[in-house]
């Protein structure tokens, strides 16, 4: 039995406050799209594949808090207050931050066991210096791992933890799930659109390499489809985490993939602060 209901209904959607804006998705093309994480060797475009702007409702969904499931929608909004004070120190992140996230994702999703592997810092005004990774916020619609590189990726992290049999782990349900936090003043400047993975039907992802320095990754880009449902959390503060599943090993109805893209929000003030945000990546393993 499938475990998916129907998306919102339009009569629900329509009593929600929404805006309206642009979302960048990709254009059908032949070829598979490129994307380098680096500046690639001269005559090579950082990027293939051509993006086109769609004027797309957004939906506030804190009124249906208490309605979104990981395993419906694909994402979920909970309270989380964390110990670490300056998450822009990696050492803090990695030693405070990591483990409040793994004991969190077991609460939410009764996992027996998480791992974060990744983080990333955003925040547009210091990514320009060039001197550090922290990064800017991604304007095109995404999602972080695709059926393949799910695997491929969790195999490569449990060996670097010294995993003895990774592919007998990776043969049991497990999921990959994104936690998003501001992690200064509350979100104004490019807050964060996630997609119903109810909503998205499987030609809509584009499987896309991802080139780093030392290896290839493989993500989803998406293309559009009146029928996606986005949605999104003003105002987002420091005790909120967003929980976005971006793969899961069951393919009987649970959600899979929640496409997410940040946005140019009308409403923000002009003169509001840059986005700063980090985005965990977790591997969570379920009970057999």
Not at 8 to 26: C, E, G, K, M, R
Not at 233 to 253: N, Y
Request: hydrophobic letters at 40%; glycine letters at 4%.
């Amino acid at each position: 039995m499938s475990l998916v209901s129907p998306v919102f209904d339009h009569a629900i959607l329509a009593d929600l406050p929404s805006v309206t804006a642009s979302l960048n998705y990709l254009l059908p093309m032949t070829d598979k799209p490129v994307n380098y994480t680096y500046e690639p060797p001269a005559g090579i475009p950082r990027q293939s594949g051509v993006s086109a702007a769609y004027e797309v409702p957004i939906y506030d969904a804190r009124s249906l808090i208490a309605n979104l499931s990981l395993d419906r929608q694909g994402f979920a909004l909970v309270e989380q207050h964390s110990a670490a004070q300056d998450f822009y120190d990696d050492d803090v992140v990695r030693r405070i931050y990591y483990p409040e996230a793994e004991q969190l994702l077991k609460q939410v999703t009764g996992a027996t066991r998480v791992v974060v592997f990744d983080h990333v810092v955003r925040n547009a005004q210091r990514s320009q210096s060039g001197t550090n990774d922290i990064k800017e916020p991604v304007r095109r619609v995404h999602n972080d791992f695709t059926a393949n590189s799910a695997y491929t990726r969790g195999r490569l992290v449990l060996s670097e933890m010294g995993e003895q049999d990774p592919d007998a782990l990776l043969k049991q349900r497990f999921s990959i799930i994104n936690l998003w936090r501001a992690i200064a003043n509350p979100i104004q400047e490019s807050p964060l659109a996630v997609c119903d993975a109810r909503s998205i039907t499987s030609t809509d992802l584009v499987a896309s390499d991802l080139v780093y320095r030392d290896r290839v990754g493989e993500t989803y880009s998406v293309t559009y489809n009146p029928s996606h449902q986005w949605f999104y959390f003003p105002q987002m503060h420091r005790d909120e985490v967003l929980l976005i599943k971006c793969f899961d090993a069951d393919e009987s109805g649970r959600a899979r993939f929640a496409a997410h893209t940040s946005f140019e929000d009308p409403t923000s003030p002009v003169n509001a602060p840059p986005r700063e945000s980090i985005e965990l990546r977790t591997l969570v393993f379920y009970p057999d």
